[in-house]
C-alpha cells in the first residue's frame, strides 16, 4: 500500500489550501479516511475523517467549519479542503487509510 500526500506550502492567514492523499495498492472504497496532523512539539492529532462512501464525515472542534474532507473512490484519492487558514493550523498533516496506511507528510505553515 502506498499513500501520498501532497498539495502543503506556505500560506498567509486567511488563505486556503487544498491538500491530496493519492492510494494505490489497496482496495481504496473498503476503508474510511482520515487526516491528522502533527505541529511542532505537539502529538499527532486527528482533523477529520470521513467513511467508505464519503457521506459521513467527522471533524475536530478546531477545524470544524473552516476545513472539508472528501473523497473520489474513482481516482483512489481523497483531499482535505482548507479555508480560513490561522496560524495554529501549521503542522505536518498526515493522511491515513483504514488505520494502519500512513502518507508522509505534507507541511503546511501559515505565517503572515
Known amino acids: 500500500v502506498l499513500l501520498q500526500a501532497y498539495g502543503g506550502g506556505l500560506l498567509q492567514p486567511g488563505g486556503f489550501l487544498r491538500l491530496s492523499c493519492a492510494a494505490s495498492g489497496v482496495r481504496f472504497r473498503e476503508h474510511a479516511i482520515g487526516w491528522f496532523r502533527q505541529a511542532p512539539g505537539k502529538e499527532r492529532e486527528g482533523v477529520a475523517c470521513?467513511?467508505?462512501?464519503?457521506?459521513?464525515?467527522h471533524y475536530s472542534d478546531s477545524v470544524q467549519g473552516r476545513f472539508t474532507i472528501s473523497r473520489d473512490n474513482a481516482k483512489l484519492t481523497f483531499y482535505l479542503q482548507m479555508t480560513s487558514l490561522k496560524h495554529e493550523d501549521t503542522a505536518v498533516y498526515y493522511c491515513?487509510?483504514?488505520?494502519?496506511?500512513w502518507g508522509q507528510g505534507t507541511q503546511v505553515t501559515v505565517s503572515s
Open positions: 470521513i467513511d467508505r462512501s464519503g457521506s459521513v464525515a
Open positions: 491515513n487509510l483504514g488505520g494502519p496506511w
